[in-house]
């Protein structure tokens, strides 16, 4: 059985979370089809970085060491990814769909002459029956994305073509260690042999990352608000609730677009995946789209003028009322309760 490989995006030499989350669920799905699980890493000063990777269950580490390859260039990364899996012929490759995931898994795939995934949200293993041609295919990779504005989820797989490639998006996907003490193979790549002057034609003259000042994917308490909350200045009251909560505020897609809060906040399909212990979704009607990026926080409390607004599906308590009144009335006996 050929293996599953994941490309490890780095920042600072930091491996990023959802190349993480990657690995964790891949490490499930290389345990279901009794394979081993392989990583590329392509930076410079890597050392020790396996330190980072072996804990989630990497058998197999392939490491791109060079002061040329750090920060990220289209051309050299796809050089070496595509030599890289031309010699290995992986069954299954991962990525994250970041900016830099979105860039260069297409033009892996292309020179693969594969197929890719964008965005999926859930990946499985099963088999498949192509009743046109009367053939059976064992243990294909599932890549299970939102279609068609996401009011459709569909199930993609690449029975023929191979390796079969994905990018996921960040948070859908549960970071697990496998074992604190693993160890697997480290394979350095001598980046020469696939590199040429032709790969660093873009020079990179100034880099500036602004980090993000919002963290509601790591936020244990979500107050999310949909277009029902009605304005900016009635979202005042979410985040008087998450204050006291010690939690964040989130929105839908609808209430970014209508401007009441930055775009930092969106949960969904368009935005961050979260799965917070408690999500209190106010005014906030559940489109599939929405529920995908927050369908599994543990408790799940919706307020909503609707009794049957999709969200109330999926949550664990319904509250059918007037969020204008209905906050109030929460925050004031959180802070009798509280004293």
Known sequence: MKNIFVYCEIEEN????????????AKKLANELNCKLEA????SNLKNIEKQIFPYGVDILHIADDKKLYPYLTLPHTNILTNIFKKEEPNIVLFGATSIGRDIAPRVASALKCGLTADCTSLIIGDYFDRKNKKDYKNLLYQIRPAFGGN????????EMHPQMATVREGVMKKEIYSGNYSGEIKNINVENFL???????KIIERHIEKS????????????????VGSKENFKKLFELANLLGGEVGASRAAVDSGFVEHERQIGQTGTTVRPKLYIACGISGAV????????SSIIISINKDEKAPINQIADYNIVGDIAKILPKMIKYYKKNSK
């Open 152 to 159: 459709i989820i569909a199930t993609i797989i690449n029975p």
């Open 14 to 25: 930091i491996i990023l979370d959802v190349s993480l989350e990657l690995l964790s669920k």
């Open 196 to 202: 040429n002057e032709e790969d660093f034609i873009v």
């Open 289 to 296: 789209q929405h529920r995908a990026g927050m369908d599994e």
């Open 40 to 43: 590329v890493v392509i930076g």
């Open 213 to 228: 000042k919002i963290n509601i994917k790591n936020s244990s308490v979500i107050v999310a608000g949909g277009y029902g």
